[in-house]
């Protein structure tokens, strides 16, 4: 075999007999997990009442239309997208920030990482709504914004941004969770590019590469790559974190889950429903991810 051949492929990995042997006995144990709480609940499962809040059918048009679960999840969803790229924005400049020469920007930035990272997230979130947006939002006119505008009042600003009436609130939820997401994000990027070796940063220099061009042309190629995995964990989180947010009444998936299971008091079937919703989410979005990562792997080759 000469260097130029390729090399075998690996072998098909097949399940061995103890591999079967550690599922039967994980199938065991669940089913005798699930057979003692149904005998120590003595409930009536009846899951046709929360169905009924997924989709329902609109006698004026004669279609399936989405009920409160999944206008949550639309909303879960809308604020995982905005809040992700807020969120990165912040990451990457404090990121930057927490490695650079000037000494204030570290401290504001080191600053900044210690405040979030140390406060639970629930306090953060109440602390933020009710002291900082609660001021901040009317002096910079978002609580003046005409809702019947033909700017806000139409299909595409409603797919993008939910209801009209209840933008402030919108707002508030992606500014918190990209202000708590972002700092461990600064985090993620900070190590990515503290990894790169100084032996990359003195040889950038050496050729007389200003500053600005070693960060952009040698410095964050590399350290990008390097911050991907825990980047996409990263963003994964925050969708399940965004599940905060429903504490200041903004209607995503879990505050209306709550409010479903009030008002069928089917508490279970609600909630094991909607941890079905944000698993297959998130599983998507990690199989999503995974995949991103293994073509940028294949594109260094």
């Known amino acids: 075999m000469d260097r130029t051949t390729p090399p075998p492929p690996p072998p098909p990995r097949r399940l061995s007999a103890l591999d079967f042997v550690v599922f039967g006995a994980i199938a065991l144990l669940v089913i005798f997990i699930a057979y003692r709480v149904n005998g120590v609940l003595v409930y009536h499962w009846d899951w046709s009442r929360v169905f009924g809040f997924v989709v329902r059918f609109d006698e004026g048009t004669g279609t399936w239309v989405s009920n409160l679960l999944l206008q949550g999840l639309a909303t879960t969803l809308r604020l995982a997208f905005w809040a992700t790229i807020l969120a990165t924005i912040i990451g990457g400049v404090m990121g930057y920030c927490r490695t650079s020469s000037n000494l204030t920007l570290r401290i504001l930035s080191r600053s900044y990482v210690e405040l979030v990272r140390n406060i639970p ?105 390097r911050i991907l995995p825990p980047l996409a964990g990263q963003f994964i989180t925050l969708i399940k974190d965004s599940a905060i947010v429903s504490l200041i009444s903004i209607q995503e998936l879990t505050y209306l889950a709550t409010e479903v299971a009030a008002s069928t008091t089917r508490v279970f079937e609600t909630w094991i429903l909607v941890a079905g919703l944000y698993f297959v989410l998130c599983y998507s979005f990690a199989v999503l991810f995974a995949r991103l990562e293994a073509r940028a792997r294949k594109s260094r080759r």
């Open 121 to 225: 997230p629930v306090v953060f979130i109440f602390i933020f709504y009710y002291f900082i947006s609660s001021q901040l939002f009317p002096a910079i006119g978002l609580d003046s914004i005409d809702r019947n505008s033909p700017l806000v009042d139409n299909s595409l600003f409603v797919f993008a941004f939910g209801s009209p009436a209840l933008i402030d609130n919108f707002i508030a939820g992606v500014v918190c969770l990209a202000l708590f997401e972002g700092a461990y994000i600064t985090e993620i990027v900070r190590a990515g590019i503290q990894s790169v070796e100084k032996g990359q940063w003195e040889a950038a220099r050496a050729i007389g590469l200003s500053p600005f061009n070693v960060l952009r042309d040698v410095v964050m190629p590399q350290a990008v790559r």
